[in-house]
């Protein structure tokens, strides 16, 4: 079994949805959860970082940490065609510099 | 303008040779890392290394070598053990201190073995 598991996808929504994004994972020692999002044939870059169970909003973005389920989501609301990538789960325990990956999620955004 | 560049950004290889791929970074970052994307499987970590002239082995590091004599240069050496080598290679580099660790990507080689 994979530390985390990440459904690949894909999925495809028409502009203006909600995207809903999730990852389980067995490590309950992680404390930091955090969300890449990468586009075709570039680099990842993080999107949305949260610290143990909770809620973080960032404009049409929400994080969502649920530690005693294992399970992490992200929203994306009013999606737009330029929100179409791949989205990776990663997280990490505290001061630990190596991060656990999910296998990442490819969305399309139709316009 | 820091950041991170890799290089080439497309590199095609025969089986049987070695070949280097480049990763520098001017963020003076201390930590580097190295990690592979297969489709449908994520990132795996090759090798990692938190300071010059150090650095440890990730989950898949047969068939790999690296060195990190510069604190801005950490290349990755495919060798011809490594049995299954086309894949797309990522570089990344974070701070040390600080209790998370946000890493920062390069833009990524595409290796191919004809």
């Known amino acids: 079994q994979k530390e985390v598991e990440q459904d690949p996808g894909p999925l495809s929504v028409p502009e203006g949805a909600i995207v809903s994004l999730n990852c389980t994972y067995s490590?309950?020692?992680?404390?930091?959860f955090m969300w890449y999002r990468q586009y075709s044939r570039k680099g990842p870059e993080l999107l949305m970082y949260?610290?143990?169970?909770g809620n973080k909003e960032d404009g049409r973005f929400t994080a969502q940490v649920d530690k005693s389920s294992k399970y992490i989501s992200l929203f994306i609301r009013d999606s737009q065609p330029s929100d179409s990538a791949t989205y990776l789960c990663?997280?990490?325990?505290?001061?630990?510099?190596?991060?656990?990956f999910g296998a990442g999620t490819t969305v399309t955004v139709r316009a | 303008d820091g950041g991170i560049t890799q290089s080439p950004k497309y590199l095609f290889r025969k089986e049987g040779q070695n070949v280097t791929l480049s990763c520098e970074q001017n963020?003076?970052?201390?930590?580097m890392y190295w990690y592979r994307q297969d489709p449908g499987q994520g990132l795996r970590l090759i090798y990692y290394?938190?300071?010059?002239?150090?650095?440890q082995k990730g989950d898949i590091a047969e068939g790999y070598s690296v060195s990190r004599e510069k604190k801005e240069s950490f290349p990755l050496t495919v060798t011809s053990a490594q049995k299954n080598p086309t894949a797309f290679y990522l570089c990344?580099?974070?701070?040390?201190?600080?209790?998370?660790?946000?890493?920062?990507f390069g833009p990524g080689t595409r290796l191919t073995v004809l």
């Open positions: 990663a997280m990490s325990q505290t001061n630990d510099y190596k991060l656990s």
């Open positions: 290394s938190q300071i010059v002239n150090d650095f």
């Open positions: 963020l003076n970052h201390d930590a």
């Open positions: 949260t610290y143990s169970s």
């Open positions: 490590n309950s020692a992680f404390q930091y």
């Open positions: 990344a580099s974070s701070i040390t201190q600080g209790p998370y660790n946000e890493q920062f």
